[in-house]
């Protein structure tokens, strides 16, 4: 159920505008992103639990729709999903709403649109990261995973 459709987004037609962002820019949002992919992590092991739930009474997960023949305890772990999966899809449109683009939702990890150097690349960041200190080339994903250069990190305060 939460395979590739939830692992990773549709990149923006080339007619949309995309919010390309700073590396200060990124990191000025990643008090309100540590809120919401902490909460997008907890609806993902809630939701793989019903799952995994649903997989014991040989029920395939991708449907919650009832089913002649489902047992009331299949029919109550399917209600039970379909809260989440909504909250979960609200979720991921409020993160997109801040021009993040959600790569993997089991990692919490996220890209901005970025450039280095003069060149459009993905600004990299995961949950429980403190900045955003990476970046990989737009064609590649997380694997491809570089430190930004030194003069591109701006200074924290302690």
Known sequence: ????????????????????????????????????????????????????????????????????????????????????????RDLWREIEATGVVVKDVRQGLVDFHGRLEGNAVWLCWRYGETQVAHWHPMDQGFEARRPLPRESIPPTLN
């Open 1 to 88: 159920m939460l395979s590739s459709g939830v692992q990773s987004l549709r990149e923006p037609l080339r007619s949309e505008r995309v919010k390309v962002f700073s590396v200060s820019e990124a990191n000025a949002l990643l008090p309100r992103l540590n809120v919401l992919v902490a909460r997008q992590l907890t609806l993902v092991r809630d939701l793989d639990a019903v799952t995994t739930a649903l997989t014991a009474h040989g029920v395939d997960s991708r449907s919650l729709e009832p089913q002649d023949g489902d047992s009331p305890e299949v029919l109550e772990l399917k209600r039970q999903l379909k809260v989440p999966v909504n909250e979960l």
